[in-house]
T-cell receptor
């Protein structure tokens, strides 16, 4: 399976600021995804990061709040914009490989004060 | 939207005990995945299932794709302390795209005091 590196692993941010999370994969992958995991909860898909085109967002998530870049087949970024305490969560990137399988990075633990 | 019912929500184990958890859906799935998430980490894939009735093992772990295609279970035999963590079922509903991976709410495994 692909090796997925996420940076930063954790951060503490002030409300109103923005944080960009990076996801680097050690091989080219077609499908990359961004998830949010709120404290003690399951995973919720934010968007599919499409290489060379705009990301596809799930209901309840918008580009202005969570802009995503996907400049090539091994890298993507997710920005959490104008943060509030409600944005405190774990943000995870994943890649699709093999038959219907997604592999996950270790996540970015974000706390907003 | 589509939801998965995962149970139990939490359980306490003593070393050596067998553990069983399950997941049910309201619609037919064509893939079931079981993940484990340790504190500070992303979910790690344990077992993937693709056919009704399929029974697959990974060491002390065994998972089955239900005959009705609407459920799956995961068994852990002879549990050890490192089995502690959160187990998630996930799957794709029939006709779903690779981005549409649906997660259960998780089963938290803890050690009995």
């Amino acid at each position: 399976s692909a090796v997925i590196s996420q940076k930063p692993s954790r951060d503490i941010c002030q409300r109103g600021t923005s944080l960009t999370i990076q996801c680097q994969v050690d091989s080219q992958v077609t499908m990359m995804f961004w998830y949010r995991q709120q404290p003690g909860q399951s995973l919720t898909l934010i968007a599919t990061a499409n290489q060379g085109s705009e990301a596809t967002y799930e209901s309840g998530f918008v580009i202005d709040k969570f802009p995503i870049s996907r400049p090539n087949l091994t890298f993507s970024t997710l920005t959490v914009s104008n943060m509030s305490p409600e944005d405190s969560s774990i943000y995870l990137c994943s890649v699709g490989q093999g038959k219907n399988i997604q592999y996950f990075g270790a996540g970015t633990r974000l706390s907003v004060l | 939207g589509q939801q998965l019912n995962q149970s139990p929500q939490s359980m306490f184990i003593q070393e050596g005990e067998d553990v069983s958890m399950n997941c049910t859906s309201s619609s037919i799935f064509n893939t079931w995945l079981w993940y484990k998430q340790d504190p500070g980490e992303g979910p790690v894939l344990l077992i993937a299932l693709y056919k009704a009735g399929e029974l697959t093992s990974n060491g002390r772990l065994t998972a089955q794709f239900g005959i009705t295609r609407k459920d799956s279970f995961l068994n852990i035999s002879a549990s050890i302390p490192s089995d502690v963590g959160i187990y998630f079922c996930a799957g794709y509903a029939l006709g779903g795209s690779q981005g549409n991976l649906i997660f259960g709410k998780g089963t938290k495994l803890s050690v009995k005091p």
